[in-house]
């Protein structure tokens, strides 16, 4: 079983998504391949916002669920979380 890593937040409970295109409305739910990777995501762009966002894990099965019941486009998978690098994957 494949498991993912999400950012949620602890406030009013939306996930971190990138919009990689600011001319469009698309948003792309962050994923994770480790929870370490998550984490050091939040500690370089979210210091100041730690206490207020938590990871979570998800499996496969249970992403497409997400990205309908939360309107994402699709997924950007963090390849490296300190450059960034994210691959964007449009959902079907």
């Known amino acids: 079983m494949q498991m993912y890593y999400l950012v949620r937040s602890k406030v009013d409970g939306k996930?971190?998504?990138?919009r990689p295109d600011p001319d469009s409305t698309a948003s792309y739910l962050l994923l994770f391949k480790e929870n370490f990777d998550a984490l050091s995501y939040l500690n370089k762009y979210a210091?100041?916002?730690?206490?207020?966002l938590g990871v979570e894990t998800i499996d496969r099965s249970q992403l497409k669920s997400v990205l309908q019941r939360w309107g994402f486009s699709g997924i950007g998978m963090v390849n490296d979380?300190?450059?960034?690098?994210i691959e964007f994957l449009v959902s079907q």
């Not at 979380?81 to 690098?85: E, K, Q, R």
């Open 47 to 52: 210091g100041e916002l730690k206490e207020k």
């Open 81 to 85: 979380p300190l450059v960034p690098s």
């Open 15 to 18: 996930y971190l998504a990138a």
